[in-house]
């Protein structure tokens, strides 16, 4: 007797996959290490700040403006994941901007181990999205931001778009 498989996975499957199942970015622009945790709203991701990275400056520390990216790869995780459980695939999307970024220190240590803490504030049918979210080191926030994106329902003619205007 034959059993239809199950596309959908369950949460922690997902969330035990190495980071480069979830998201597309490769080599030294892969910036987090692994997905904690996440549900319908929201994802924890960690990152550790590497000494030796192309970012990392004389004391090998990871400058704090580096955090919007590491926002931006916790929220393409989020998506991903909220995609992958259904059996799909994340429609690639761009970051739009973010109206305050906020840092409260000027670097994060080398060595540093982060938590990236993303939480969905919108998502509209047309690929329009904001997230609030928090990198946090030894239980201290370090940065905050209101992060928009977008995931236009035909990635290539947005971008060809953008080019040609």
């Not at 945790?37 to 590497?50: G, H, N």
Request: hydrophobic share 45%.
């Amino acid at each position: 007797m034959s059993h239809a498989m199950n596309p959908t996975r369950t949460v922690q499957e997902l969330v035990r996959q190495p980071i480069e199942a979830i998201i597309p970015h490769r080599g030294t622009m892969l910036l987090i290490d692994a997905v904690e945790t996440f549900d319908e709203q929201t994802l924890s991701a960690r990152a550790t700040v590497r000494a030796d990275a192309w970012y990392a400056d004389a004391e090998g520390a990871m400058p704090a403006w580096i955090g919007i990216e590491l926002m931006a790869q916790a929220i393409a995780a989020h998506v991903a994941l909220l995609a992958m459980r259904g059996g799909g695939r994340a429609r690639p999307g761009v970051l739009l901007g973010s109206r305050s970024y906020k840092a409260l220190q000027p670097s994060f240590a080398a060595g540093a181990q982060l938590s990236i803490h993303v939480m969905e504030l919108l998502r509209s049918e047309e690929g329009h999205g904001a997230y609030e979210c928090t990198i946090r080191h030894g239980g201290a926030d370090c940065a905050e931001a209101v992060i928009k994106v977008f995931q236009p329902a035909d990635f290539q003619s947005f971008i060809e778009g953008s080019f040609s205007s």
